[in-house]
């Protein structure tokens, strides 16, 4: 697989919105990018990998959740610049809602903690802008699919 930093040509990644009991299930990440920050389970798909195997695959290895994949909530980018305005990072993200269905919470892999927040408890974990809105938009979606 070629280099994530500095790519010749961007990376696909998948993210899950998990939401159980009214909460989003959140990963603090262990690896750049967003090193440090709080953020959704998810990461590259592997060649001759499908979509809902990649994030199913994520999710446990970062989690140890099994999850059911719902739907596609959003599609984006997610560029990060260097210093030098060089492209250090190019991910074109997709991301889904998603259940949980088995396993047990915790922090592995990329993840160095793992939790349960409340929408009103989201400004609390700096998420990124566009991290925020797929996560208010898995909440609307949630809530229609019952």
């Not at 989003?24 to 090193?35: H, K």
């Not at 305005?85 to 259940?99: A, E, P, Q, W």
């Not at 400004?123 to 566009?130: C, D, F, N, T």
């Amino acid at each position: 697989m070629g280099t994530r930093e500095y790519p010749e040509r961007p990376v696909a990644a998948v993210g899950g919105i998990i939401i159980d009991r009214g909460k989003v299930l959140l990963i603090r990440r262990g690896q750049p990018p967003l090193l440090g920050q709080w953020s959704i389970p998810g990461g590259a798909v592997e060649t001759g990998e499908h979509l809902n195997e990649a994030l199913r695959r994520e999710i446990l290895e970062e989690t140890g959740l099994v999850v059911e994949v719902l739907g596609l909530i959003e599609a984006l980018d997610r560029i990060t610049y260097d210093e030098a305005g060089g492209v250090r990072f190019h991910y074109v993200l997709l991301d889904y809602l998603c259940r949980v269905t088995g396993g047990e919470l915790r922090a592995l892999t990329d993840a160095s903690e793992v939790c349960w927040a409340a929408r009103s408890e989201l400004p609390a974990y700096a998420l990124q802008p566009e991290t925020l809105r797929v996560i208010e938009r898995g909440f609307a979606m949630a809530a229609s699919n019952g």
